[in-house]
């Protein structure tokens, strides 16, 4: 199987599941819709529940020890927060979910812009900081075939439906970060090879988890947190792992 077939397919399924929904979305009254969201954000708080559980992984307390998984999972976040915010990355995806959305739909009304923008960032947050994203990319870069991503790419098209039937277009665009974003990690997988350890895939999972539940809280009305920029936070969990136990 040809590398990076995962991620063409999982492209494929957001646009597929975004057109389904615009047309779905555009027949049902907005209370409907809002309901719909609702439901998504239950369903992501459900799923980064699960994610976050990563931190007791036996993987990450043998290798950092017993006390440390949620220190480091903290840490990350952090850390990650910090400089996700000098890097300004939240204004930066709704600047470029504003770029797409001037440059697909040239509508110049306000509302119409802040559902695209939000639909973009939203999708573009759940489709890329679930485990399944860096798991099964890097498994596809390592050669060990695209399962993972054929199975994250169903999950996506049927969200994609939900989202889209709310937010519209912005989740179509939201192909282009799974794209990119799925792209790197598969290429550096096959340049980098397994770099990724069981316990630093438990702390990028344990952090992706609380990362999702911002995004949940978002999709509630509950809280506009700036998840994205709380992404480095992915990069610096497995760094935070490595430190930690060479110094053990």
Known sequence: MIAGTGTV????????????????????????????????????????????????????????????????VLASLVVGGVIGSLLRLEQRVESLGGWLQKR???????????????????????????????LGSLSDGLGHGADQLYLKATLDGFAAIAFAASFGWGV?????????VQGTITVLGALL????????L????????????????????????????LLPGLVVAPLLVSAVAAFR
């Open 104 to 134: 697909l739909s040239g509508a110049s009304d306000s509302a119409e812009r802040a559902r695209f923008i939000e639909g973009f960032v939203t999708s573009s947050l759940v489709f890329c900081t679930g485990p399944l994203t860096i």
């Open 172 to 180: 179509a665009a939201s192909a282009l970060t799974v794209l990119v």
């Open 9 to 72: 397919v999982n492209v494929a399924t957001v646009l597929l599941g975004s057109a389904v929904g615009v047309l779905a979305g555009n027949r049902l009254p907005s209370r409907t819709r809002d309901l719909v969201t609702d439901a998504l954000g239950l369903v992501t708080l459900l799923i980064a529940a699960l994610s976050a559980l990563a931190v007791t992984d036996p993987a990450l307390a043998d290798a950092v020890g017993s006390h440390a998984p949620l220190l480091i």
């Open 193 to 200: 090879g397994d770099v990724l350890s069981d316990a630093g």
């Open 202 to 229: 438990a702390a990028v999972t344990a952090a992706g988890g609380l990362m999702l539940v911002g995004v949940a809280l978002r999709l509630l009305r509950i809280r506009e947190i700036a998840v994205a920029d």
